[in-house]
């Protein structure tokens, strides 16, 4: 007869009602004391239900072990061993658990940075989502702006109009000027100057008559004469240049920042703040009344020369890169990130054609005759020709391959030559109308980040990433 739970002779042995198991008085009403059930069935139980059994005094036998004096010392011997033993073991799992608890504080103060982190943005964004205005363009160019479109004032309307009807019936009777370059002269072209400019990481070039812009990233720009090879003049422009636009009487400069900076003979006349985020790229309509920035955050601005204010502005569904007016001024085309080319009307800003080139568009540009759009991408070594009159795929005319990554295009006053502007160098396209093909008069290796034609076409201009304007033209 043993005890259910110490497994030895109950001295005081009793037995449950309910089981019939017999216990050790004093062990089981500890347990019902403690746990109120039995131990081997999980019933309640209580000590009432504890019934004593009557049976003889047992005496328990002394082990062998105990029988003498070196038997005990033995079992002493074996119990102190046991206990280093565990002791140990203990010691080897408080330095485990010391490291698991050491990487699991590690975890959590890193989670707690992230979570931290994450709460700022957060708090940023719902900030910046605040300053959302369907109103006026913001004062400082900063906040976030969504707006329909606006479109030209009437009066502005009308002389888009009128410069439309102007140029485009000049356009077809207006014969190439006596003293314009020919094609034997471009493929004579030869370096006839090269400077370094003050000016580090160049980002664009702008020619006005005999004079070239130079504008940086670092926002240094610099003015060069083209005829006597010279730095003229130095300008500190607020903020790096993303694109550089001349015109007779003024200077400007996109910059990274959102703003376009006027310049008259050297003095900043003017600051146009309205794009949230870098201004991308400049144009000027034929007109000359009417200034085009394109930027970032996907508008399209227009501003008013006269009064220096936003006139009209749009938006794109991505960011946009570069831009131009058509020469007669009533479509005005931009390149986007997703490698569309998009055609808006002038007058009202609506979409008017849509071109693909099927990666970011790196620069485009019209040609004199009025029909066809030139424009290449990001990474391509080829120029597509786009022919305003078609649509969809029939709008591709011709695919120009240069050999090499472009970056800069510029088509002359006539229409016959398309310079072409890369890392690996300069070409001259030309396309000739009688025979209704291309050729290619003139190739250098000079790398440029943009490329512009001088006066009557007889110089060729170009800057590169190092702020190095070289000049070709035909050799004396």
């Given at each position: 007869?043993?005890?259910?739970?110490?497994?030895?002779?109950?001295?005081?042995?009793?037995?449950?009602?309910?089981?019939?198991?017999?216990?050790?008085?004093?062990?089981?009403?500890?347990?019902?004391?403690?746990?109120?059930?039995?131990?081997?069935?999980?019933?309640?139980?209580?000590?009432?239900d504890?019934?004593?059994?009557?049976?003889?005094?047992?005496?328990?036998?002394?082990?062998?072990?105990?029988?003498?004096?070196?038997?005990?010392?033995?079992?002493?011997?074996?119990?102190w061993?046991?206990?280093?033993?565990?002791?140990?073991?203990?010691?080897?799992?408080?330095?485990?658990?010391?490291?698991?608890?050491?990487?699991?504080?590690?975890?959590?103060?890193?989670?707690?940075?992230?979570?931290?982190?994450?709460?700022?943005?957060?708090?940023?964004?719902?900030?910046?989502?605040?300053?959302?205005?369907?109103?006026?363009?913001?004062?400082?160019?900063?906040?976030?702006?969504?707006?329909?479109?606006?479109?030209?004032?009437?009066?502005?309307?009308?002389y888009?109009?009128?410069?439309?009807e102007?140029?485009?019936?000049?356009?077809?009777?207006?014969?190439?000027?006596?003293?314009?370059?020919?094609?034997?002269?471009?493929?004579?072209?030869?370096?006839?100057?090269?400077?370094?400019?003050?000016?580090?990481?160049?980002?664009?070039?702008?020619?006005?008559?005999?004079?070239?812009?130079?504008?940086?990233?670092?926002?240094?720009?610099?003015?060069?004469?083209?005829?006597?090879?010279?730095?003229?003049?130095?300008l500190?422009?607020?903020?790096?240049?993303?694109?550089?636009?001349?015109?007779e009487?003024?200077?400007?400069?996109?910059?990274?920042?959102?703003?376009?900076?006027?310049?008259?003979?050297?003095?900043?006349?003017?600051?146009?703040?309205?794009?949230?985020?870098?201004?991308?790229?400049?144009?000027?309509?034929?007109?000359?009344?009417?200034?085009?920035?394109?930027?970032?955050?996907?508008?399209?601005?227009?501003?008013?020369?006269?009064?220096?204010?936003?006139?009209?502005?749009?938006?794109?569904?991505?960011?946009?890169t570069?831009?131009?007016?058509?020469?007669?001024?009533?479509?005005?085309?931009?390149?986007?990130?997703?490698?569309d080319?998009?055609?808006?009307?002038?007058?009202?800003?609506?979409q008017?054609?849509?071109?693909?080139?099927?990666?970011?568009?790196?620069?485009?540009?019209?040609?004199?005759?009025?029909?066809?759009?030139?424009?290449?991408?990001?990474?391509q070594?080829?120029?597509?020709?786009?022919?305003?009159?078609?649509?969809?795929?029939?709008?591709?005319?011709?695919?120009?391959?240069?050999?090499?990554?472009?970056?800069?295009?510029?088509?002359?006053?006539?229409?016959?030559?398309?310079?072409?502007?890369?890392?690996?160098?300069?070409?001259v396209?030309?396309?000739?109308?009688?025979?209704?093909?291309?050729?290619?008069?003139?190739?250098?290796?000079?790398p440029?980040?943009?490329?512009?034609?001088?006066?009557?076409?007889?110089?060729?201009?170009?800057?590169?990433?190092?702020?190095?304007?070289?000049?070709?033209?035909?050799?004396?």
């Amino acid at each position: 007869m043993l005890c259910g739970i110490s497994g030895e002779a109950p001295q005081e042995p009793v037995v449950s009602k309910k089981s019939g198991v017999v216990y050790e008085k004093r062990l089981i009403e500890q347990y019902i004391n403690e746990n109120g059930t039995e131990p081997s069935t999980g019933e309640a139980l209580t000590a009432d239900d504890l019934l004593p059994i009557q049976s003889s005094r047992i005496v328990r036998p002394r082990p062998p072990t105990l029988t003498s004096i070196p038997a005990l010392l033995a079992t002493f011997q074996n119990e102190w061993d046991a206990l280093a033993l565990e002791t140990y073991n203990l010691k080897e799992q408080l330095v485990r658990t010391r490291e698991e608890l050491a990487t699991a504080v590690y975890q959590h103060d890193a989670a707690v940075r992230v979570i931290a982190r994450l709460t700022r943005e957060r708090d940023a964004a719902r900030e910046a989502l605040s300053k959302v205005t369907v109103a006026d363009g913001p004062a400082n160019g900063e906040e976030m702006v969504v707006d329909s479109v606006e479109a030209l004032p009437e009066p502005l309307v009308a002389y888009v109009e009128e410069t439309q009807e102007k140029l485009s019936k000049g356009r077809k009777k207006r014969p190439i000027p006596d003293d314009w370059v020919s094609a034997d002269e471009i493929s004579a072209f030869g370096s006839s100057a090269s400077n370094a400019l003050p000016v580090s990481q160049a980002t664009s070039l702008a020619v006005a008559g005999s004079y070239a812009a130079v504008g940086g990233l670092k926002g240094d720009a610099a003015i060069y004469a083209i005829d006597t090879d010279s730095v003229e003049r130095q300008l500190a422009v607020d903020g790096p240049v993303t694109d550089t636009l001349w015109t007779e009487k003024q200077l400007f400069f996109a910059t990274s920042k959102g703003t376009v900076k006027v310049y008259e003979a050297g003095t900043e006349v003017a600051t146009l703040s309205e794009h949230a985020g870098p201004a991308t790229a400049l144009s000027i309509h034929p007109g000359g009344e009417l200034l085009a920035s394109v930027g970032a955050d996907k508008s399209v601005v227009f501003y008013e020369l006269s009064s220096m204010k936003r006139v009209s502005r749009a938006f794109a569904e991505s960011s946009l890169t570069t831009c131009a007016f058509h020469p007669d001024g009533h479509l005005f085309a931009a390149g986007t990130v997703s490698g569309d080319i998009k055609l808006w009307m002038t007058t009202s800003l609506e979409q008017a054609a849509v071109f693909k080139l099927g990666a970011p568009v790196q620069a485009l540009t019209f040609s004199e005759n009025g029909f066809w759009l030139a424009a290449t991408a990001k990474g391509q070594t080829s120029v597509t020709i786009f022919d305003l009159r078609k649509e969809g795929d029939a709008a591709t005319a011709k695919v120009l391959e240069t050999g090499g990554s472009v970056h800069s295009l510029a088509w002359d006053y006539s229409g016959q030559f398309l310079a072409t502007g890369g890392a690996s160098g300069l070409t001259v396209q030309q396309y000739t109308k009688s025979s209704k093909k291309w050729s290619e008069p003139f190739r250098n290796s000079t790398p440029a980040v943009s490329v512009k034609w001088g006066p009557s076409g007889k110089k060729l201009v170009a800057a590169n990433g190092e702020g190095v304007v070289s000049v070709f033209g035909v050799q004396a």
